[in-house]
């Protein structure tokens, strides 16, 4: 049998898995309507929580199915449709999918033909989730707790401690963008092709944020995410071109 990734055996096993979990989501939703009712609660408020709800997951749909068309072209559709469809982040998928591929001499547009690469990706995407999965139950509770501790004893020292957590996090990712600047001392600017489309998506989140103050839109806040990505993601183009 020749390997492919989008071979329809793929497709069918990343369905059964995702339809269970639809499965389980369709139960909860019968269960929480029926313990809405006999908490007394009328009709039309299930109604418009159930319909809000359902609306403002279409923004960070739009923004996954952006992660599902970056990975297809490598991955094919199954595992990134299963990936961040399950459990996966679409920040962690990429980063860790390319700097697989890129350890495997391959690069992030390249379809993987060799079944020993595509599982070695696959590997490296799931223990790296899985730790997370591990952690959570075991210090989450904890943390928390220090956390609340030290906002009882001084309320600005626990905002800090919280926005350095938040800082380190993005610190990781911003390593991954600037890995390469300094490439362009040796005559390659490729590097800053990262650097300027990050740069365009973070100007189009701050655009999106001053319209929806001024014009006081919410939705612009839910849908600015996917927003700046689909806006990066096509400046990439043309930044590429000109840096080469």
Not at 11 to 29: E, H, K, R, T, W
Not at 99 to 105: C, I, K, N, Q, S
Not at 171 to 192: I, Q
Request: some cysteine; overall charge positive; glycine content about 8%.
């Amino acid at each position: 049998m020749k390997f492919s990734v989008n071979h329809p055996i793929l497709f069918i096993m990343v369905a059964a898995v995702i339809l269970l979990v639809l499965g389980q989501s369709v139960y909860f939703l019968i269960r929480a309507v029926k313990r809405a009712k006999e908490l007394g609660i009328e009709k039309t408020t299930i109604k418009n929580t159930i319909s809000s709800a359902a609306i403002f997951t279409i923004a960070p749909a739009v923004a996954i199915l952006v992660g599902v068309i970056t990975l297809s072209k490598s991955l094919g559709i199954p595992i990134p449709w299963l990936r961040l469809s399950v459990i996966g982040s679409l920040s962690y998928e990429t980063i860790a999918a390319n700097t697989t591929l890129e350890a495997l001499g391959l690069k992030g547009g390249d379809t993987i033909t060799d079944p020993s690469a595509f599982v070695t990706v696959l590997w490296v995407m799931t223990v790296g989730i899985i730790v997370g999965l591990i952690l959570v139950p075991f210090l989450t509770k904890r943390i928390q707790k220090g956390v609340k501790n030290m906002e009882k004893r001084d309320k600005k020292w626990g905002e800090i401690f919280s926005n350095a957590m938040f800082l380190g996090m993005i610190s990781a990712f911003l390593g991954y963008v600037f890995c390469d600047v300094s490439n362009v001392f040796k005559g390659d600017t490729s590097g800053l092709i990262p650097v300027l489309v990050m740069g365009v998506s973070a100007v189009v989140m701050a655009i999106c944020g001053l319209l929806a103050i001024k014009l006081k839109k919410r939705w612009l806040t839910d849908y600015a995410l996917p927003i700046s990505l689909v806006v990066g993601m096509a400046a990439a183009i043309p930044v590429t071109n000109l840096l080469g």
